[in-house]
């Protein structure tokens, strides 16, 4: 199938229009625009609350999630909670390697000694693989989670990937998103209760003390706080990685 062609302009005005409508709203609006629409979802409240949002008004939005092989135990059992709860199928979209395979190839613990390159092949490229012949890819980022999620709009084309993003929930605060998942009884991570307000692969996730911003426990002691899919900048790269030996890998 051809993929649909869009105006930056169109998207400009759609993403305007839809700025402030309640999720299944935009969610339903950009579905019948792009019908070939996917949900990358990394299970966190906001996802949770997304998927509940597109199975109780029926949206026809595939699912999956980008399964690192390194998902906290409590994370894969959120998965099948709410694959259960929900009768839907969230996909599972894996990396080329496996994690011993990674660490044959390329040394021991490689997101310790080079977290841009264990996020591009562990997230950035099967993502990239996962969303060709989508017209549409739907995010659960906010404004307010960092700067470079500030300027989110609704409705944008995405450099990156190629594709319409679809961001429905990037005016809600983590009030509202919280506010949502108590009101409709959605199921949520309960590490989230235990001092992990975002959450990642584990060994580069810890919990955040009093008073740190949410994202303070992902990448602890580094500067990145995204592994790159929605950075702007091209941090994390789409580009064939070189190997010199293990433990000292360079990207270029
Ligand atoms: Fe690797 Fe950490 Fe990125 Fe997961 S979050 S892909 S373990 S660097």
């Not at 597109?54 to 409590?74: C, K, M, Q, Y």
């Not at 994370?75 to 839907?88: A, F, N």
């Not at 994690?99 to 080079?114: M, S, T």
Request: hydrophobic share 35%; proline share 8%.
């Amino acid at each position: 199938m051809e993929p649909i062609l869009t105006e930056i302009s169109e998207l400009q005005r759609l993403g305007a229009g839809l700025d402030g409508r309640p999720p299944h709203e935009v969610l339903a609006h950009a579905v019948e625009r792009f019908p070939r629409m996917t949900f990358a979802t990394g299970f966190g409240v906001e996802g949770c609350a997304l998927i509940d949002v597109i199975a109780r008004h029926s949206l026809r939005v595939d699912l999956f999630t980008l399964d690192t092989g390194l998902l906290f135990p409590e994370t894969l059992e959120l998965w099948r909670r709410l694959e259960d709860r929900y009768g839907v199928t969230v996909r599972a979209v894996r990396p080329e390697r496996s994690v011993p395979e990674q660490a044959a190839e390329f040394g021991d613990r490689l997101w310790e000694r080079a977290p841009d390159l264990c996020c591009s092949m562990r997230k950035v490229l099967p993502l990239k693989s996962a969303l060709a012949g989508f017209d549409a890819w739907v995010s659960a980022i906010r404004r307010d989670q960092t700067r470079e999620r500030s300027s989110t709009s609704v409705v944008e084309w995405d450099e990156k990937f190629g594709l319409v993003k679809v961001s429905p929930l990037a005016n809600w605060t983590s009030a509202d998103v919280w506010s949502y998942v108590r009101t409709h009884d959605v199921p949520f991570n309960p590490l989230h209760e235990r001092g992990y307000p975002s959450i990642g692969c584990l060994p580069c996730t810890s919990p955040v003390f009093p008073g740190e911003d949410p994202r303070a426990g992902r990448w602890r002691g580094l500067e990145r706080k995204e592994c790159g899919i929605h950075s702007r900048s091209e941090r994390s790269q789409l580009t064939p990685f070189r190997k010199e030996r293990p433990g000292n890998v360079r990207v270029g």
